[in-house]
């Protein structure tokens, strides 16, 4: 038989790899229209606009980080534990995704104007408008997220692939009229994410699964086990964004508009971890209530590893290729700092999936530690790293924090599964053809 037809047979008699496959397709997919959105917007804008805009969106996007305290994991948990009780907490959490909203919008019309202070009234004035992303960004994750808890894929991804398609459609249209501007940039994402918001809503309606059941002692559980993953979370995202935060508070916009090129490259090697993760919570989660988890989390982990090592080796050569192709000559200055993001990269990419195994083991808070250590890390290496090199020296304390989460959640898996290095990395091919 040949290898594709082999192939081919392989992923469709095998419900986990053909979730995995279809989920990494549709990624690829995304990852091309990430580079159009990133293309359009740096060579429209320049890098000072480039860095504005990063500065613009950027806050908004650290309140809802931080605001979400961990609902979206904690609904694919339970719903792929409980899904007698679904609806419930579906709509449970989009009443807290209310709550959250206002709360986090009053918060942001105090913060926002103190950290974009030495910004134009006008992009303050965006700032605050953009804060309405915050509710939308809730009711399209929780529902997101309730979906995968199902184990409804296909639909997941339909979601997954309307923001960024509706993204580029928008600037698209504004860059071939020459009228793309920082201001029509944020009214395209804030309208895709509203009208990915009714996809979402019309597909949990299309399976019956929306409902005003609320239930309000739903809440505690959602809750506690949010909060605890929301610190694996929540110190990810800083861990992330730490550097893109004070460099736009440090250093001048065009810096934060390279740096933000750099690492649009890393989103290629990434998108393997944050990939895998969609499938592998509510995968493992089924498959350590049975107390058989282990071969599972050794495939994912090994997927992981492997799959983003590949990629960020060949993004890391390719980058200076690529940021003069897609970005243009203006952007030179950003090809050493993508080189180095890219291998960090690797180890990053392969944390998402290590937190997602901590949290379907019911372990959030491992997670959460690990994450704590690299922000130490990340805090330290940027006061020694970022007066001395600037932008290449937050690549580098980057570098060094995504190793230590990495170090920190290998043990802890380790210890609680007692699987060994080789088990998680070293991959079996009789393993992996008779994997279900």
């Keep these: 038989m040949p290898i594709f037809s082999r192939l081919t047979q392989f992923i469709q008699n095998n419900q986990i790899v053909k979730n995995i496959s279809t989920t990494f397709v549709v990624s690829i997919i995304l990852q091309a ?49 409980k899904p007698e009780m679904d609806k419930q907490f579906l709509a449970t959490s989009l009443i807290l995704g209310v709550i959250q909203s ?39 994750l929780y529902i997101q997220n309730f979906l995968g808890g199902k184990l409804l894929f296909r639909e997941v991804n339909i979601i997954r692939f309307s923001l960024p398609v509706l993204m580029v459609l928008g600037l698209v249209f504004f860059f071939a009229i020459n009228a793309l501007t920082i201001e029509k940039v944020i009214l395209v994402y804030l309208a895709a994410y509203f009208l990915t918001l009714i996809v979402a ?96 989390i050794s495939y994912f982990v090994q997927l992981a590893f492997w799959g983003s090592a590949a990629i960020g080796i060949l993004t890391a050569l390719l980058a200076p290729q690529i940021i003069l192709l897609f970005f243009g000559s203006a952007y030179t200055k950003a090809i050493s700092i993508a080189s180095i993001l890219c291998i960090a990269s690797i180890p990053l990419s392969t944390n998402t999936v290590l937190q997602t195994v901590l949290k379907a083991e019911n372990l959030p808070l491992r997670a959460g530690i690990s994450e704590i250590v690299a922000l130490t890390v990340t805090l330290l290496s940027l006061t020694v790293f970022l007066p001395r090199f600037g932008i290449l ?33 070293i991959p079996n091919r009789e393993s ?4 279900k």
């Design 33 to 81: 229209f990430g580079v159009i959105t990133g293309m359009i917007t740096a060579r429209s804008l320049g890098p000072t606009g480039k860095g504005i805009l990063t500065a613009i969106i950027l806050w908004p996007g650290m309140l809802a980080s931080i605001g979400s305290v961990g609902i979206t994991e904690a609904l694919s948990y339970f719903v792929s534990r």
């Design 102 to 140: 206002v709360c986090l919008i009053l918060l942001g019309i105090i913060v926002i104007p103190i950290v974009l202070r030495d910004y134009s009234p006008e992009h303050i004035r965006l700032g605050l408008t953009y804060l309405a992303y915050i509710p939308l960004n809730f009711g399209m």
């Design 201 to 296: 809503i019309a597909l949990a309606a299309r399976h019956h699964l929306i409902s005003f059941h609320i239930k309000l002692h739903l809440i505690r559980p959602l809750l506690s086990y949010g909060i605890k993953a929301h610190l694996s979370t929540i110190t990810a995202w800083l861990n992330n964004r730490l550097d893109h935060m004070i460099i736009s508070i440090f250093l001048p916009p065009e810096e934060l508009g390279y740096y933000a090129v750099a690492v649009t490259l890393t989103t290629v090697v990434t998108l393997v971890g944050s990939t895998l993760s969609i499938v592998a919570l509510p995968t493992i989660s089924k498959k350590a209530a049975a107390g058989n988890a282990n071969r599972t």
């Design 393 to 425: 020296g937050a690549a580098i304390a980057s570098f060094l924090a995504y190793l230590a989460a990495f170090a920190y959640m290998l043990r802890s898996i380790r210890k609680s599964s007692g699987l060994s290095l080789s088990e998680l990395f």
């Design 432 to 435: 992996f053809l008779s994997f």
